[in-house]
């Protein structure tokens, strides 16, 4: 299915928001945060909302899969392990995903800009702790579906900053280094993903050529973004974390204060 907007691109703006989405898949592979670039571009580019949240998740699917199955090639991820925060995440994100539907394009007009700007103040002040990599360690099941349901339901609402959050989080509750964080982090957002996308699907809020050319290049970045942080690991990856995160905010806050494109 087709809609107006895919009709009317021109290629100017569909290699734009290709070349955002390979930035954004090679930075939401290190640290988190690529929707806090695809859902502003694609707000810029003028879809309405409810298609621009559906649009995101078909090309961030692809994204979070190529992230989370390198990590899990480098055994840097065990599904075992994760079995209640992998279920917990996939209904949260049915039912933000069914939320959304529901919610009017005016309120999402005004809450997407806030909750993404809310994301970055988060990331930018909180602490991202450390903790010692201990692989052996046995991770709390009990935990995992409040982070699982909470979570996912955000990512199925709206979605920004989720992996960024799924990471922090991690660190927090579990007796993890930041790379192996980051393994968990891209696993539950490519769950919470797909799980969004099939409702989105199913009310026919995708659009579909765009989607899929930006998914492609956010593979691509993605996969880069992967390896290149499972090789420099936490000295590599939060450095870029914080960077993605003060740029964002400064961006946003140029946006949406200031009323400024």
């Known amino acids: 299915m087709l809609f107006p907007f895919e009709l009317a691109v021109d290629p100017t703006t569909l290699a734009i928001l290709a070349l955002v989405a390979f930035v954004a898949g090679f930075i939401d592979a290190i640290a988190g945060g690529g929707g806090l670039l695809t859902i502003p571009a694609l707000l810029t580019a003028g879809l309405p909302p409810h298609l ?3 649009t995101n998740k078909l090309c961030a699917t692809f994204g979070s899969a190529t992230a989370s199955y390198a990590f899990y090639r480098r055994k840097l991820f065990e599904p075992a392990q994760w079995r209640n925060a992998l279920l917990g995440t996939a209904l949260g994100a049915l039912l933000g995903a069914v939320l959304a539907q529901w919610l009017p394009a005016a309120w999402l007009n005004q809450m997407l800009p806030a909750v993404v700007f809310a994301c970055g103040l988060y990331l930018l002040f909180g602490r991202t702790p450390a903790a010692p990599l201990d692989s052996d360690a046995p991770i709390a099941q009990r935990r995992q579906w409040p982070q699982g349901l909470g979570l996912g339901f955000y990512d199925g609402v709206a979605g920004p900053g989720t992996g960024a959050f799924w990471t922090v989080s991690s660190l927090l509750l579990y007796p993890l280094d930041l790379v192996r964080a980051s393994g968990v982090a891209r ?11 099939t409702v989105f699907i199913v009310s026919g809020q995708v659009a579909w050529l765009l989607g ?3 998914g492609m290049t956010l593979m691509l ?11 420099g690991g936490a000295k590599f990856i939060r450095p870029v974390f914080i960077l993605v995160v003060l740029a964002l905010t400064a961006r946003l806050a140029w946006q949406h204060w200031f009323g400024m494109a």
């Open 212 to 214: 899929i050319c930006m």
């Open 221 to 231: 970045g993605a996969y880069l973004g992967a390896h290149t942080a499972i090789k």
């Open 52 to 54: 621009v949240l559906g």
């Open 187 to 197: 696993t539950m957002n490519f769950v919470s993903n797909a799980c969004a996308l």
